[in-house]
Nanobody
Framework: QVQLVESGGGLVQAGNSLRLSCTVS????????IGWYRQAPGKERELVAR???????KTADSVKDRFTISRDNAKNTVYLQMNRLNAEDTAVYYC??????????????WGQGTQVTVSS
């Protein structure tokens, strides 16, 4: 079992920054990855960024010039730095523990989510 706890969400004005944290505990196995997803009201959950156990990152084209994913293995924490936020970034942000399924990573466990609200 793997537990994930997100933090760092909140209300922020457009143009400002937030850093989300995802702290991971429990039994993990390689290869694995941690993904950040978001779900806005009335929309499907979408992948924002992913970082693998060996540090390979993938960021959605829609945010790659503003968002950066990183990890601190000593703290078992993955961060999502979000800059120049705009109203379209308003969503609940989730982190997931992902396992390799032969051709791609897929979520196995989810955190409870953290709300990000950007006011214009």
């Amino acid at each position: 079992q793997v537990q994930l706890v997100e933090s760092g969400g909140g209300l922020v004005q457009a143009g400002n920054s937030l850093r989300l944290s995802c702290t991971v505990s429990g039994r993990t196995f390689s290869p694995n990855a941690i993904g950040w997803y978001r779900q806005a009201p009335g929309k499907e959950r979408e992948l924002v960024a992913r970082i693998t156990f060996n540090g390979i990152t993938k960021t959605a084209d829609s945010v790659k010039d503003r968002f950066t994913i990183s990890r601190d293995n000593a703290k078992n924490t993955v961060y999502l730095q979000m800059n120049r936020l705009n109203a379209e970034d308003t969503a609940v942000y989730y982190c997931s523990y992902e396992s390799w399924r032969g051709t791609q990573y897929a979520p196995r466990y989810w955190g409870q989510g953290t709300q990000v609200t950007v006011s214009s």
